[in-house]
Structure formats: C-alpha cells, structure tokens
C-alpha cells in the first residue's frame, strides 16, 4: 500500500472508526505514521516484588496467590481481586469493572501483570494491570502511548499503526539530504519512524526521536531563513523626526516609564537608519507598549511616511484604533482602520484613505494584509502580539512597501536564545517596568466549599463600582461546547446573588460584530461581570475591571492564567484573581502556587516551559512558538541549533531549494499553515 491510501484500506478500520482517526488529523496511512505516541509505557523489564515503589508503572512475574475473588463494590462496579506471588514478595492486584480477568486468573500458571503501582495502606497494590504471558506480546517490550479521543482506545490506534508499518510497500519521504544525515550522526527515516512508534530499547529510540526532531527544526529554520528580510543598507527608509517624538511623548495624559523611553529611543534609533529594523519588544501585559509603538509611528507619520499596527483579534484591533485615534488626531494625524467585519461602504473609504496617504496610520486585522490593501509609502509595520501571527503574516505585512522597518510587540517572553533561532536576527528591546502606582493582583486559589465567599467578595467589588471578568472552562476541541458552557454559566449566574448586576456573554462562536458589542457595553461600564471563554485574553483594556474568576483553573497553562490575569490591575482599583481549581496536586497544584507567588510574566514563562510535558507545550500558542509535533524548545535546544546550521547550510548552496523538493514542499506546507493560525 500507498502511503497516501485512505486509512479505510487497513484491516479493522471501518467508517465510524475512521471518522475518530479524522478527528486526530489522520485520514491516510502516512498520516499514521507521522502519527507519533506521546509517551510510553515500559513493559520491556519485569522487576521483583520486593524492588517496586509506588507511583511507577512496573511489570511483575509470578503466580496467582490466594484465590480469585469476585464481588460488587459499594458504587456497584464489578471488582476482581487477588494477588501475585514471585519468591520475593506478594502483591495485591485490583480490576474495576472487568469481570472476564477471573476466568483468564483462574487457567493458573505464570503470569506477567503490568500495571501501576498505588499505596493502599501499609501495602502497595496494583489497579487495573494488563495480564501477559511469557512471550504474549503485550509484555516485553515499550509500549507506545497515543493521545487520543474519547471513543477510540489506544489499542486500536497502535493496532493501526502496527499495521500500517507492516502493509507500506514504498519508502518514506526522505526532507534530510544524506550529506546532513551524515554531519549530524543521523539515523535514516525508516528506521527513525518504526523507533518511534516500536522503540526497541531507550537507546535507539533517543536517536529516533533526534532525528524526528532534527527534520522538524529543520524545516522551521529553512522557512525563517527563507522568507527573513535582509539586514542591508539602502533597504529601508530612514527616519527622523526627534522633536515629533518629543512633542508626542509630553502631549500623552501620562509621563512615560523610565523603560518606556529606552524602547522608544531604541527604536528611533533604528529607524533613522536605511537597515531594516527587526526588533521585538516585550513588556509584561500592562507594561504599556502600545504607546511605545504608537511613538514610533507618530514619528514615521510626522515625516510624511505610513505606518501599519496590526492586531490578532477584532476587539484588539478596535481597541487600538480607538487608542491611537485619541493620541493622534489632535495632532491632524488621520488614523485608517481595516477589518473583516467593516461594512463594504466602510471598507472602501479606509481602503481609499489608505492609498491615497490621506490616513498615515493604519490600524487593522489581518485584513490589512488582503491584496486590495494599498498604501501610498508604508516604512513601518507594527504587529500586536506577535505570537497569533505565523512568520508568513508578518512578511505578509512587510511586503506591502518597498522599504520597511517591522517591530514586533509580545507580552510572552521567550527566552532570548530561542528569540534568535526563531526570528533571525533580531533586537529584542525590555519594557521591564509597570506604569508607577500598579498594585499587583491579590490572587488565591479556591474550590467548590469557597464558592459562596467568592461570590460575596464579587458582590462587594461590583457594589463599589468594580467590574468582573469570568473565565469559563475551555471545552476541549469544541467551539460550540465552548459557547454552551458560556451560556450556561450565565444562566446560572443570573439565579443567584450576582443575578441582579448585568451580566453579558462573549465567546468564540460570536460574530466580530457581536463580540465588538458586547465588549464596548463593558467597557462603557454597562455591564458590570463579563463571562467569556478565552477570547478576552490577549491585550483588552478595561482599566475599572478589578475582579477576576478563572474556573477549572488548572485547564489553563501558566502563560495564559498570566495573560488572562493581566485584564485586571489596570486601572487604580486594587484587584483579585481567584483561580477556582478542585485538585491543588501535582502539575496543577505547582502552577497555582506560582500564579499566587509571582506576577513576573518571565518567571511565569520560564517555569511554565519547564513544568509542561513534552505533549502539553504542543498545541500551545501562548509562547509564541509555532506548533512542533515532536519537537520541544526547551529541552531540544541544542538540536534546534544544530538544525538552524544545517538549514544555513543547505540554503547557501541551494538557495531555491531545487535540489531538495522533498524539504521544500515541506517547508511549504508548514509555512501555509501557519499564515492560517
Ligand atoms: P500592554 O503592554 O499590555 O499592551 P497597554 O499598552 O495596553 O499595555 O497599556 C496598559 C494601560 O496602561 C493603558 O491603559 C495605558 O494607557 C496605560 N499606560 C501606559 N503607559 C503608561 C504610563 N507610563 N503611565 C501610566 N499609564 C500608562
Ligand atoms: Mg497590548
């Protein structure tokens, strides 16, 4: 078989089973393949009873000791017991809800039970072991662990994937050419793939996934290098107008922070230089960037030029026109806005603005990006929370003049090694400084039994004139889920003592129009508690919001509590953050403990990266990392490097990538994903 057959052609998959695997993004048998576990069970050692601890998934040798028993429990879940005995020491085995096992239990002889090891008194126990026998194939070696959906076990997916490995008949695709195979020591792909799925050791299995991660970082490198503007002379517009940035700075309602005029003095500096700026600047949420960059473009419209901010949402992007219209418009300074929402009459008339240079600044989406956007003379491209934009929208933006300086704005700190592998060559520029007389958000942790006071304390801040935000649990993979839970919550609230505030909705599903709304009503202060999924997450400013509720806290990673954390303590309220979470244990319990310790978004940050497992960190877009399937920035450092060497490497000799098809279509698909992000 095809690597691009349909999965449906594998023994034991039929339609209800392949639409599960559609909803894991596997709809061909190469698909399955690139499928890769996100963990591991060991099977592959049995240990002695008497050498096992709690807490480990291990596997035991012996027989069955005591007799089987088989009873209902008190919640009527069908309960097999027994024990198993090697020579060193007896241990208790438990099954929920598997009856069958007694008869398996009963046949006698050896057995091979895998499984994890609990405290249960003064003696350990083991719940739910698989049973093997010697050579029985579900013991003795490494099992793979895949993430999956509800109705689709793991079994059935590493089923597949044995049998896809076994009916594939043509080779894998080859991205890394031999010669670089060979420098970075390497293994080939087929063996890389069949490791990573059936490692046979923990050996071969760290080189597979060296190699796997290798091709990824590498193709993320080719593709920065590919599309990075060159650092030269002549390539940029100069600008230079100190007095309008002077005459701006002592115009603003407020005196900047000492770091505020170091960024802004940065980037003047770049911009009086005919070298492109490529500069990011990150501040932690209110640190107050918005006005750095509005300086910068203050300057750049004073002398005549354009200058562009694009934001990731609707209601950011309003918010900074909103903003940079009353900063600028005293001054003359016309301020263009563009998003998918305007009206068609409305759209032309920015559009028109935007061409003729009527408007110096635009403000927009990525609509500003669509091909009918023209400006006149455009130096500068500001974007707004760079992580929600792939490196192609970006470019996208600069394309759009001759000569351009981009700036780059970011409340999610990513330590500067990685800043420069994933940016090229870039000036990070530090607001490391709040705005004077912020008081930091007073945040706890709280369950279900707290839940009565917290909602006094609301009551209490909303009586005196504050405003809630309320964080809804994420539902996972499910934007209609999403919405219901919001509605719901709302509907409940509306029943109890917080029912007589105005409560309103926003969540994912809503319209940009609607959103818009709803976020104006309370900004103006018309409602008073705000319920939403995330979509509040990223740069809204309602300097009066001074109280915060998370639920099922613990579903949120660190970066984003801390973003969400940053839509209070804005304003001169003094503010809370109460992170409603059930299990303070573990990975959970560790994250609470530092949103309640610290409010420095880069220790947030740094922890966060440290704490997440390898799985979790994917998926994530909080860190402004784009999305790897293997790959880990973290702890896959030095590989990245050595990936972005050989993605340098492979481009100086072939800079259309014509002798690589194969990594070039790859670094295609990755980059046209990305603008889609
Ligand atoms: P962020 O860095 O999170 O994007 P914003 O630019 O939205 O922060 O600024 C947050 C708030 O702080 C805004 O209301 C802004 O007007 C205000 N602000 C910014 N700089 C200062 C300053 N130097 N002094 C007082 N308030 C400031
Ligand atoms: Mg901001």
């Not at 109705?151 to 997916?157: G, K």
């Not at 170091?262 to 107050?288: A, Y």
């Not at 740069?539 to 970066?559: C, H, K, Q, Y």
Request: aromatic fraction near 6%.
């Amino acid at each position: 078989m095809k690597l691009s057959d349909n999965i449906r052609y594998l023994k034991g998959i039929g339609e209800k089973r392949a639409e599960l695997f559609a909803r894991l993004g596997i709809h061909t048998i190469g698909d399955l393949l690139a499928y890769f576990p996100r963990g591991y069970e060991d099977r592959s050692s049995v240990m002695a009873i008497s050498d096992i601890s709690a807490g480990e998934v291990v596997c035991v040798k012996g027989t069955v000791a005591g007799g089987v028993r088989r009873f209902r429990s008190a919640r009527r879940m069908q309960v097999v017991q027994t024990a198993v005995s090697d020579g060193s020491g007896m241990l208790k085995l438990v099954w929920f809800n598997a009856p069958y096992v007694e008869k398996t239990l009963s046949q006698g002889g050896e057995f091979i039970f895998c499984g994890k090891v609990v405290q249960s008194g003064f003696a350990y126990e083991m719940i739910n072991p698989v049973i093997d026998r010697e050579g029985g194939g579900k013991t003795g070696k490494i099992i793979p662990i895949y993430s999956t959906v509800n109705a689709l076990p793991q079994r059935n997916i590493r089923e597949a994937v044995e049998n896809a490995w076994r009916v594939v008949d043509e080779p894998l695709v080859n991205i890394i050419p031999s010669e670089t195979e060979q420098r970075y020591n390497l293994i080939d792909v087929r063996s890389a793939v069949q490791n990573i799925h059936f490692p046979r050791d923990f050996e071969i299995f760290s080189r597979a996934r060296r190699r796997l991660v290798f091709e990824e970082f590498l193709i993320l490198q080719t593709g920065i290098l590919l599309s990075a503007v060159p650092k030269e002379e002549g390539r940029a517009t100069a600008v230079n107008d100190v007095r309008a940035v002077r005459t701006f700075a002592a115009g603003l309602k407020f005196s900047l922070t000492g770091a505020q005029k170091r960024v802004i003095n940065e980037i003047c500096g770049d911009l009086k230089k005919t070298v492109p700026m490529n500069r990011l600047v990150q501040g932690d949420v209110g640190s107050g960037k918005t006005v750095v960059a509005a300086a910068a473009m203050f300057e750049v419209a004073s002398c005549g030029y354009q200058a562009a901010l694009m934001a990731p949402t609707e209601i950011l992007a309003e918010q900074h026109f909103r903003a940079l219209k009353e900063m600028f418009e005293p001054y003359g300074v016309k301020v263009a806005f563009m998003s998918g929402g305007q009206k068609a009459k409305e759209k032309r008339e920015n559009l028109e603005l935007i061409r003729s240079g009527e408007a110096k600044i635009a403000v927009g989406t990525h609509a500003l990006l669509t091909e009918n956007v023209d400006f006149e003379n455009l130096v500068l491209a500001v974007t707004d929370e760079q992580h929600r934009f792939g490196v192609r929208q970006r470019a996208a933006l600069s394309d759009k003049g001759a000569n351009i300086h981009t700036l780059v704005m970011t409340a999610t700190p990513i330590p500067r090694t990685l800043s420069l592998v994933l940016y090229g060559d870039l000036d990070v520029s530090v607001i490391d400084e709040l705005p004077p007389g912020r008081k930091r958000v007073a945040t706890y942790t709280a369950n279900e039994k707290m839940r009565r006071r917290v909602e006094l304390m609301v009551e209490k801040e909303l009586e005196s004139g504050g405003q809630a935000y309320i964080v809804c649990p994420l539902v996972e993979e499910s934007d209609v889920l999403d919405a219901k839970s919001a509605v719901e919550y709302a509907e409940h609230l509306k029943k109890g003592i917080l029912g007589k505030f105005n409560i309103d909705i926003i969540h994912g599903r809503m319209k940009a129009a609607e959103k818009d709304e709803v976020m104006h009503r309370f900004i103006r202060g018309e409602t008073q508690i705000l319920v939403s999924t995330t979509v509040i997450e990223v740069g809204v400013d309602v300097p009066n919001a001074s109280i915060m509720i998370v639920e099922s806290a613990e579903r949120f990673g660190l970066s984003q509590l801390h973003q969400l954390r940053g839509r209070v303590g804005r304003g001169e309220r003094r503010s809370y953050c109460i992170l409603f979470c059930e299990n303070t244990g573990g990975v959970a319990g560790e994250r609470m403990k530092i949103m309640c310790e610290t409010d420095d978004g880069f220790e947030i940050s740094e922890k966060d990266l440290q704490i997440r497992g390898p799985g979790e960190m994917f998926g994530t877009r909080q860190h402004g990392l784009p999305n790897m399937k293997i790959a880990n920035f973290y702890t896959d450092m030095d590989v990245l490097k050595e990936a972005q060497t050989a993605a340098r490497e492979i481009l100086d000799a072939d800079p259309d990538l014509k002798e690589h098809p194969a990594l070039r279509e790859k670094v295609e698909e990755k980059f046209a994903e990305t603008v889609l992000n």
